[in-house]
Structure formats: C-alpha cells, structure tokens
Nanobody, 123 residues
Framework: HLQLVESGGDSVQPGGSLRLSCAAAGFSLDYYTVGWFRQALGKEREGISYISNSNDNTDYAESVKGRFTISRDSAKKTYYLQMNKLKPNDTGVYYC????????????????WGQGNQVTVTS
C-alpha cells in the first residue's frame, strides 16, 4: 500500500522557520523523484523543490531559492523541506508527491500525492 504522509505544518510569524516531513511507505522502485508543491487560496499550484532518490539531484523554484532546503533520510524513508525566513506569501497547503522516474521536473505531472499540510505565515 503506497502512502505519503506530510507533517510539520503550523502557523508562524514572518521570518520564522518550519520543517515539513513526508514519510514514504510501500515504495519498491529504485528510481523516483519526490517533490514539494504548494497551493495558496485563489492561486494555481506551484512547484517548490524536488530531490531525485537515485542521484540526489535537487532543484528549487526561484521564489524559495536560498530560503528552503530539501533533503532526505534514506533509513527513515522520510523527505524534508526546511523553510527559513518565511514570508506571508509562503502561506498555503503544502503537498509532497512522487514521480516514478529520476530527475522529474516540477512542471511534469507527478504520479502519487500526499494529503497536504497547511502552512500559515502571519503576524
């Protein structure tokens, strides 16, 4: 049974930090990509970052570059998004998702999605 479970979302003040976690279960492929996406109310979904499981290649959206870092813990089968210097326009529902190839760009359609986790940045 495939499963992606996000956690770590919260309400924080501007300039604060959060770490989102995505726990993966039931994955049997050798090559796949895990990406983080977000969607704010009234806006289209935005790709944030990805990491390729086979080679550790990463990429980031320009809007978060220098503030967010993606990483993984292979033993725990968990993927992380460390978010620093948060801004009000970072507010949204954050999703992790998997694509069954390596180095899948954020513009591509991912294959399997978690349930989402709310991040709110406000004074």
């Amino acid at each position: 049974h495939l499963q992606l479970v996000e956690s770590g979302g919260d309400s924080v003040q501007p300039g604060g930090s959060l770490r989102l976690s995505c726990a993966a279960a039931g994955f049997s492929l050798d090559y796949y990509t895990v990406g983080w996406f977000r969607q704010a109310l009234g806006k289209e979904r935005e790709g944030i970052s990805y990491i390729s499981n086979s080679n550790d290649n990463t990429d980031y959206a320009e809007s978060v570059k220098g503030r967010f870092t993606i990483s993984r813990d292979s033993a725990k089968k968990t993927y992380y998004l460390q978010m620093n210097k948060l801004k009000p326009n970072d507010t949204g529902v954050y999703y992790c998702a998997a694509a069954w190839e390596q180095d899948v760009p954020l513009e591509r359609v991912y294959d399997f999605w978690g349930q989402g986790n709310q991040v709110t940045v406000t004074s």
